[in-house]
Structures are given as structure tokens and as C-alpha cells.
């Protein structure tokens, strides 16, 4: 796998009130979310509906069913809670493409307040962490969804640091993610900087509703044209 060189982007200190969500949402909202990932136990990585490239599960023919005239498509994610989990599944069915869930080697704490004090403390101090399960065979695509919750306004750091880690050359990017009330954020231009890749229309849901609008995923994903 070709590597490029790191892009830092800018890790301002943020208090933790500014985490929780854009001015003006009600307290009781903001406690609620990690401006896109609940305060609920998060998921475990060994959902069996997600299915890792380097894993014995993934099959020619599902390569083949994520593939079409633009190319071979993969699913990059990073999910806590679950909420953007839950969207990269109902775009893997559309698609047909494998879905990759980035995976800590250092795990994340179960505990909500322990998840958001670690995030934050990354991004004051421009950490990335660690990823234990590297993707395989990383230049056979060449469309990746990139699917994250906002965390302090920004890309998780492991995401960030998944981004800067892999050459995204002749690629092109569709990102998704989750929030709590601060949309995007800000985070698919910083994905266009940080790859220098095409980037298509981007779709964000408020996680506390993504179960019941899958209907907006399936209108986002026709209106890609791929």
C-alpha cells in the first residue's frame, strides 16, 4: 500500500461545551449527543453485516456486485455508537459494496463521557490512533464512501489519520455521516483538502433519526448517478 505524507489540519482547543452541538440547540439535546454519537453503548465492531476486504468472508462476487463503469467501490467507516454504522449498511445494500470499519487498536471507552474526554484530548493534542486492522488491496478501488460521526465539530482523529495514511490518487470520495445538530461541519471540504480527490454530495443525518430515514440514504444514493 502507497502511503502520502501527512496533511495536519488545524486542532484547535475546544471546551466540551462546544462538542455537544451548534449554539442555540436546547442543553437537554446536546447532552445526548456526541454531535453524532449517542450516548448509547457503542456497537461492536464484529457486526456480522459488515465485512472487512483482508477478512476470508469477502468473495469475488461481492467485488464484482460493488463494481460499475466508474469503478470498484469500497465502504470506509468509522463508527462509535452505532447511528453511522447503521447508514453505511443500508448503503452497502444499494450499493453492493464491502463495507470496511476502521477499528482502534487502542479501543475507545465504552463509557460516554470517558469517548468524548479521549476525543478531545486527540484533537488538542494532534493525535492519531492507532489502526489495528489495516485495509487491504487499497488500489483496486476507486470510489470509497468515507462514513464518520462528527466529533468537536470535526473528522474523528482515526479517521483523519486513516485519510492521511492512504493515497487517494485517481480516486473518488463520497462521504456520509451522522450528527447531532452541526450537519457536516465543515468536514467534506476538509476531505477534498486532504485528499485532493474528487469529492461528490455528501449526506448527513442527525443520529438519533437515522433509523427511520433510510428513505433519504436510498434518494442520496440515486441522485449519485454512479
Given amino acids: 500500500m502507497r502511503t502520502k505524507r501527512r496533511k495536519n489540519m488545524n486542532h484547535m482547543p475546544v471546551s466540551r ?19 453524532g454519537c449517542s450516548n448509547s453503548k457503542p456497537a461492536s465492531s464484529g457486526s456480522s453485516s459488515t465485512a472487512s476486504p483482508s477478512s476470508s468472508s469477502s468473495t469475488s462476487s461481492g467485488a464484482s456486485s460493488g463494481s460499475s463503469a466508474k469503478g470498484k467501490s469500497l465502504i470506509v467507516l468509522w463508527s462509535w455508537s452505532g ?15 464491502e463495507i470496511y470499519r476502521i477499528q482502534a487498536a487502542d479501543p475507545y471507552p465504552e463509557d460516554y463521557n470517558a469517548c468524548i474526554d479521549r476525543a478531545k484530548q486527540e484533537q488538542n493534542d494532534g493525535v492519531y490512533p492507532e489502526i489495528a486492522n489495516p485495509v487491504q488491496n487499497w488500489d483496486e478501488y476507486d470510489t470509497i464512501f468515507v462514513g464518520y460521526p462528527i466529533w468537536w465539530y470535526k473528522l474523528p482523529m482515526i ?50 433519526e437515522v433509523a427511520n430515514s433510510l428513505d433519504k440514504i436510498d434518494e442520496w444514493y440515486a441522485g449519485l448517478g454512479l
Avoid at 160 to 187: L, Y
Fill in 83 to 97: 447511528n453511522t454504522l447503521k447508514m453505511a449498511e443500508r448503503l452497502s445494500t444499494l450499493s453492493g459494496a
Fill in 159 to 208: 479517521t483523519q489519520g486513516f485519510v492521511n495514511d492512504h493515497d487517494w490518487t485517481g480516486k473518488t470520495v463520497i462521504p456520509f455521516n451522522s450528527h447531532e445538530g452541526s450537519g457536516d461541519s465543515g468536514t467534506y471540504d476538509d476531505l477534498g483538502k486532504m485528499t485532493g480527490a474528487k469529492v461528490l454530495k455528501g449526506l448527513a443525518i442527525r443520529g438519533s
Fill in 17 to 35: 461545551r462546544s462538542f455537544i452541538g451548534m449554539t442555540g440547540i436546547m442543553a437537554a439535546s446536546a447532552v445526548l449527543g456526541l454531535v
